[in-house]
């Protein structure tokens, strides 16, 4: 990775998915620019960014173009251009991850596809412009989107979506040599995931489950972000890699 400058999206504190990977990326050499969503969010991941030297370009609420435009904006002054790009963003109505999928709301359903999904290639045509060399594109993903889950509901739904954007958005952009993947990761108790009804029981259940006994770690996630953001990967685009402890073979 040394060399390559990222941008990665979705810090939320020292749990999430994607600080695992800025982690992994920056051990490997990697150049790193943060966003963050809100002053709250800010505060947090100020600190972290300092652990990795990274640039923080700002605040980015995927719902609002303008703040997708600045952030990248940003990114190309401090960075100069970009060789990857990390996408761990995700939200839902709390209360729809619970119960049923067939009381979605309209609301809900836009809401979740739009920042769950859609903000995966809204972030991508920007990403694409100052990929100038090629690139490494990666999105993370929940088995959800194959398999009904307990209170997975309208996440899965937009989950199976973005996997099918990452094979549309892989077809566009490889005559540039822009690869685009997506890591399926298994149950990880972060943030975003306290937000699952009967969360902790899942945790278990893979654990009990998987082949290998046990659920995986933010770093594990993150090394595997290597493989595909880095030339190791240079054939592969298109790909939902499972990083579950395999538990996707037996669930
Ligand atoms: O078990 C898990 N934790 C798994 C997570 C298993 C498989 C996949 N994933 C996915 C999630 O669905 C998500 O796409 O990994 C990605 C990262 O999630 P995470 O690391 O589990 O969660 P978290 O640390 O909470 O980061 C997600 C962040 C948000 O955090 P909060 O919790 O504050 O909503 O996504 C960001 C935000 O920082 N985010 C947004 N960013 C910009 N604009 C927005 C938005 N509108 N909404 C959420």
Redesign the pocket.
């Known amino acids: 990775m040394s060399g390559k400058r990222g941008l990665v999206?979705?810090?939320?504190?020292n749990?999430?998915?994607?600080?695992g990977i800025a982690k992994a990326a920056h051990a490997h050499g990697a150049k790193i620019a943060l966003?963050?969503?809100g002053e709250p969010?800010r505060k947090r991941v100020e600190p972290l960014a300092a652990e990795l030297d990274a640039a923080v370009v700002g605040h980015?609420?995927?719902?609002d173009p303008a703040t997708i435009d600045a952030v990248f904006a940003e990114t190309e002054r401090q960075l100069g251009g970009l060789d990857f790009l990390v996408?761990?963003?995700?939200?839902s109505d709390k209360n729809e991850l619970d119960g049923r999928y067939v009381d979605t709301t309209a609301d809900n359903f836009s809401k979740t596809m739009l920042?769950?999904c859609y903000?995966f290639t809204a972030v991508a045509q920007r990403a694409e412009k100052l990929m100038t060399d090629g690139g490494s594109m990666l999105?993370?993903?929940?088995y959800g989107a194959e398999k009904w889950m307990p209170h997975y509901n309208v996440?899965g739904v937009a989950?199976a979506a973005l996997e099918a954007s990452v094979r549309y958005l892989a077809a566009d952009l490889g005559p540039k040599n822009i690869r685009v993947n997506a890591i399926?990761?298994?149950?990880?108790?972060?943030?975003?995931?306290s937000?699952i009804g009967d969360f902790r029981y899942i945790l278990k259940w893979n654990e009990l489950n998987a082949p290998l006994r046990r659920t995986v770690t933010?770093d594990e996630v993150g090394n595997t972000g290597m493989y595909l953001l880095s030339d190791l990967g240079r054939a592969v685009t298109g790909e939902v890699h499972h990083v579950d402890a395999g538990y996707h073979i037996v669930g």
Not at 139 to 142: A, F, P, V
Not at 184 to 193: C, E, Q, R, Y
Request: aromatic letters at 10%; a positive charge.
């Open positions: 999206m979705g810090v939320a504190n749990r999430s998915i994607a600080w966003t963050y969503q969010l980015c609420d995927v719902t996408h761990a963003i995700a939200f920042i769950s903000s999105t993370l993903t929940y996440m989950k399926s990761a298994g149950p990880i108790k972060t943030l975003a995931a937000g933010i």
